[in-house]
């Protein structure tokens, strides 16, 4: 059985939909005022690979993620550049589209934009004022009264009080309390606008994800998911939202993916510490950087470095030569076979891509040392589920390595002192991991008195 990590619950628990077989999920997507970075191509390439899995394992799934096309910093980027919002969020909507395309990211079944939802987001935040959950302040703002709903701060895992003490919120005269949000920003001059019962002005950030998540999946619906950074306060402040209008439970299962870091820091636009996913691409094929995603667990976190994607780029150019070497042959993925079993259990297990690229390599030795195709043909399917391995051996090798394919003689050096290493500390599970890698790309390891030796093979 599927097993989550749920960020509302804080522990492992078994997946079990609302509707059998079917399930629906939500992921907060892109504010598009610039171009996506990496930690943006890890919720793209993390959520794909989510939405990838359950569908492998039988589930019919409707996956939606939006787009913030209207906030303070659209509109301020736009001034500043001298076009409308609209002319801004299309030029970096289509970026956006252009960059995940490139990554392998398939389409989620909807993407609404926020801007095209402005009127459930008016119902909302209508049925919280009746309920007494919002109110009218004197600025001509619309907030939500977070004191009177109780469950208030269950995500974060904090008391209000613990909140109020932890978190640095502006002192706001218009708040009744200071960990108040809003709902509607009255109009301001020179800013789009929509009509509403409050006056002009346009929606807060949070509304949308629960007005457009409302309409497309349900009141109550099975999985929400989105970056670490927005478990608190946007994703807390949606539960309130949606629990308060609906009056029912929001959402079952909250994944939150881990964040990209850079010398320890949080990569973001907001520190300028930040790779834009198109600069990555200048210098590696996607689907290394895809890898260089997948192969550590989505909740851990990413630490990015060019070293880092070479090690990756080497990691997958030997999965590449296995099937070079072992021409795949097309066949349905057998669950039965052992490989492809530990695979499904590692999968099943939160997503457990680290365990099932490991799979993958130990595919690879097998298929490489018995030169069997039907093993080959199995490396490529299960690569398939990630997104992985589908390109043409030959173009990936030539196309990225060039006619050196494989560990050269300095590398096979330095990676039988680790090998050494490894079983010196008795981590004789690493050590059969390099060995396995080398063998991936023909290289032989024999050990003997005098210490270990090498061949191409």
């Not at 390439?45 to 659209?74: C, E, H, P």
């Not at 009141?219 to 478990?231: E, N, S, V």
């Not at 997958?316 to 021409?327: E, G, H, Q, S, W």
């Not at 891509?353 to 490529?380: M, Y």
């Amino acid at each position: 059985m599927l097993k989550l990590y749920n960020s509302l619950s804080r522990r492992l628990e078994d997946f079990v939909p609302i509707r059998p077989s079917q399930v629906r999920i939500y992921v907060c997507g892109m504010t598009v005022y610039d171009f996506c970075h990496l930690g943006h191509a890890r919720v793209f390439v993390v959520f794909d690979m989510v939405v990838r899995w359950l569908r492998a394992s039988g589930f019919q799934v409707q996956y939606v993620r939006n787009i913030t096309d209207i906030d303070d910093k659209i509109i301020k980027r736009a001034h500043e550049n001298g076009e409308t919002p609209a002319e801004l969020t299309g030029r970096f909507i289509k970026a956006m589209h252009e960059d995940e395309t490139k990554l392998g990211v398939l389409p989620p079944d909807a993407e609404p934009r926020a801007t095209e939802y402005v009127a459930e987001m008016l119902s909302m935040i209508g049925a919280l004022v009746d309920k007494g959950l919002a109110y009218r302040a004197d600025n001509g703002d619309v907030y939500y009264s977070v004191h009177g709903f109780p469950a208030y701060g269950a995500l974060s895992g904090k008391s209000l009080d613990d909140l109020r003490a932890g978190e640095r919120v502006e002192v706001d005269p218009n708040k009744r309390d200071p960990m108040d949000f809003v709902l509607w920003k009255a109009a301001k001059q020179g800013e789009p606008s929509w009509e509403s019962p409050w006056g002009p002005g346009r929606p807060g950030w949070h509304i949308e994800c629960s007005a457009m998540s409302g309409k497309l999946l349900g009141a109550h619906f099975d999985i929400h998911g989105g970056g670490q950074d927005l478990q608190f306060p946007h994703h807390e402040n949606e539960i309130a939202q949606s629990e308060g209008t609906h009056g029912c439970k929001f959402v079952n299962y909250w994944l939150h993916n881990g964040f990209v870091r850079v010398d320890n820091e949080k990569m973001s636009k907001s520190l300028g510490n930040f790779f834009t996913i198109r600069e990555v691409l200048d210098k590696f094929d996607p689907e290394v950087v895809r890898f260089f995603i997948l192969r550590a667990h989505y909740r851990s976190p990413l630490n990015y470095s060019d070293v880092h994607l070479e090690d990756a780029k080497g990691a997958l150019t030997r999965l590449y030569t296995a099937l070079k070497n072992v021409p795949p042959a097309e066949t349905a993925i057998d669950w039965e076979n052992p490989l492809a079993a530990r695979y499904r259990a590692a999968m099943d297990e939160d997503f457990g891509t680290p365990e099932a690229v490991a799979v993958l390599f130990e595919l690879a030795s097998e298929a490489n040392k018995l030169q069997d195709s039907g093993l080959s043909g199995l490396l490529k399917s299960l690569g398939g589920v990630l997104g992985l391995l589908q390109d043409d051996p030959e173009g990936f090798l030539k196309r990225w390595v060039g006619e050196s394919v494989g560990p050269q003689e300095t590398d096979i050096e330095a990676m039988i002192t680790a090998r050494d290493d490894a079983k010196k500390s008795r981590n004789f599970s690493e050590a059969d991991r390099i060995r396995d890698e080398l063998r991936v790309s023909g290289i032989i390891l024999e050990d003997g008195p005098l210490g270990t030796t090498w061949r191409r093979g």
